[in-house]
């Protein structure tokens, strides 16, 4: 029976790049010479550190255009407001993975209301589709990329 996977990652070695390239570009550009702003990374949380509000929003910037352009879809990160301190400014940005209980629901719900011949099983941090036919199921994914969700949707494991 043809399958498969709704998932939501994002590629860390991908991540890592993005944020390394970031980093260089912030330590190389005349604007921030001397200002000690860079960017920090624990796991999924990214902590952006300068001296300003200003320049903590210009250094998330050049993060997110570097992250854009190694191709990590932008929906998957939670930005927090800055936090401004006496001698400096922080914001936290946490990388947002996996399908929660909500999302997955609202996930089901969705393919169960297309009238589509399939069911929707919940496991985990995934949504698994089953289905008879494989037009089907790429017709799950048509609705589903078009049904716009505040995550990014990944489509893995397709078996025929």
């Keep these: 029976?043809?399958?498969?996977?709704?998932?939501?990652?994002?590629?860390?070695?991908?991540?890592?790049?993005?944020?390394?390239?970031?980093?260089?570009?912030?330590?190389?550009?005349f604007d921030f010479k001397g200002t000690n702003t860079r960017i920090e990374r624990a796991d999924k949380v990214l902590t952006v550190h300068a001296p300003?509000?200003?320049?903590?929003?210009q250094a998330l910037d050049i993060l997110q255009n570097r992250m854009a352009k190694r191709g990590i879809d932008l929906n998957c990160l939670k930005i927090d407001p800055p936090v401004v301190t006496l001698n400096?400014?922080?914001?936290?940005?946490t990388v947002r993975e996996g399908i929660d209980a909500e999302l997955a629901?609202?996930?089901?719900?969705q393919i169960k209301d297309s009238g589509l011949k399939v069911q929707a099983q919940i496991q985990g941090r995934q949504v698994r589709v089953n289905g008879k036919k494989k037009d089907d199921l790429q017709a799950v994914i048509?609705?589903?990329r078009a049904a716009?969700?505040?995550l990014p949707l990944q489509y893995v494991n397709f078996r025929d």
């Design 88 to 93: 400096e400014a922080r914001q936290v940005v």
């Design 1 to 29: 029976m043809p399958s498969f996977d709704v998932v939501s990652e994002v590629n860390a070695h991908e991540l890592a790049n993005a944020l390394d390239q970031a980093n260089r570009e912030i330590n190389t550009r």
């Design 52 to 57: 300003t509000e200003f320049q903590v929003k």
């Design 142 to 144: 048509a609705l589903l």
């Design 148 to 150: 716009r969700f505040e």
């Design 105 to 109: 629901r609202k996930i089901s719900r």
